[in-house]
């Protein structure tokens, strides 16, 4: 509790938060329609939001990175774990109709069956503690690399990566977007 | 509670012109990121405050001293602190915008879901309940969601969130495929 009064840290967490929050609902992916219809190939509106927040996202945080301004906060590459997360990940966001931070924010904008799934969510999180032990033990170890970055394995080096990126996503918003005009 | 009543409120359509493209929004978030990083310390994401949640609830249904002896909530007690908080950002930033933009509405059936799949509240109400557990531990069992796998992970060019999202929309659409066919048949 006492870094709830801690000088920046709530005001900070709200404000960024809630400035995600605002640009979610903005972006229209606290819809359930739009995160189905994303997975029905109807409507390409997700995939548009993620993939220009990575690249803005990305360049930006790799050039702080450079300048050592900011550390990366990798993840684990457990790959049995994120593979079989994942895995579970994508059929629970086509049940649910939302991910974890948009049902958050759709609870806030009237969506009673976000509020349901959030309470699902609670259950998953604690049969997840219930299970850890086992987990950890028999999976999470299985191709454990570690925190590692496309740019590592593949020697190409990470401005080219978002270079490449940059070039398919264009290439494929142009596609969606003559899509949907007709 | 009457089906009729939340369909009437939902007919309300004022939400489009309201809406930013989702280049500015995913651009927007992107920048966010920048400042998660550089600011905060702490990328942008979700599950992990929300397992840490979890914890707390667990107490009065599985008593306070399985809580206190479990290995996942001792590496991840609960706290009020930023990513807790973070959380409650986010749902004050989402009401915020639908209540400047006119679209807060009580939804029990989404649209796509009562077009496709038909307007039972319980049917609804189930597979969001089983969808929401289910993606809580994928989350967990992969280290993280959407939002900190996908996005700051994946902006991060991190080996484990392409992983992620290459796998999870496999399923996704072969989920998507099986849940939105059955129903026509």
């Known amino acids: 509790m006492s870094n709830l009064f801690a000088p920046g840290s709530v005001l900070l967490a709200l404000l960024i938060g809630a400035a995600f929050g605002f640009l979610l609902h903005r972006g229209r992916v606290t819809s359930c329609n739009v995160i189905e219809n994303q997975f029905r190939l109807k409507d390409f509106t997700v995939l548009k939001v993620m993939l220009t927040a990575i690249i803005v996202g990305g360049v930006g945080v790799m050039m702080m990175a450079d300048a050592s301004i900011v550390k990366y906060a990798v993840k684990d590459a457990n790959l049995l774990g994120v593979a079989l997360g994942a895995a579970l990940f994508g059929v629970g966001m086509v049940f649910y109709g939302y991910c974890p931070g948009t049902g958050l924010a759709a609870i806030a904008t009237g969506s009673v069956h976000a509020l349901v799934g959030a309470l699902g969510m609670i259950a998953g999180g604690i049969l997840f503690a219930l299970s850890f032990d086992w987990v950890k033990a028999n999976i999470l170890t299985v191709g454990a690399y570690g925190k590692i970055r496309l740019p590592d394995i593949t020697g190409v080096p990470a401005p080219v990566w978002f270079a490449g990126l940059a070039v398919l996503a264009v290439a494929f918003f142009i596609w969606t977007e003559r899509r949907q005009t007709h | ?185």
């Open chain 2, 1 to 185: 509670m009457s089906m009729a009543t939340t369909h009437e409120i939902g007919v309300r359509e004022s939400a489009s012109r309201m809406d930013w493209t989702p280049y500015l929004a995913g651009a927007g978030i992107g920048v966010l990121s920048w400042i998660a990083f550089a600011i905060a310390k702490d990328p942008i994401g979700v599950t992990t405050a929300y397992g840490r949640l979890a914890g707390e609830v667990a107490i009065p249904l599985l008593g306070a001293d399985t809580v206190a002896n479990n290995t996942y909530w001792k590496q991840a007690p609960f706290a009020l602190d930023y990513g807790v908080l973070f959380l409650v950002g986010i749902m004050l930033g989402a009401f915020i915008s639908s209540i400047v933009s006119g679209t807060f509405k009580v939804e029990l059936v989404p649209d796509v879901w009562r077009q496709e799949l038909g307007g039972s509240v319980w049917k609804r109400f189930a597979y969001a309940f089983l969808g929401g557990a289910i993606i809580m531990y994928g989350a967990r069992l992969a280290g993280g969601c959407t939002s900190g796998h996908g996005i700051s992970g994946g902006l991060q060019l991190a080996v484990s969130s392409w992983l992620f999202l290459g796998v999870m929309f496999a399923t996704g659409l072969v989920a998507s495929a099986i849940l939105f066919h059955a129903k026509k048949a």
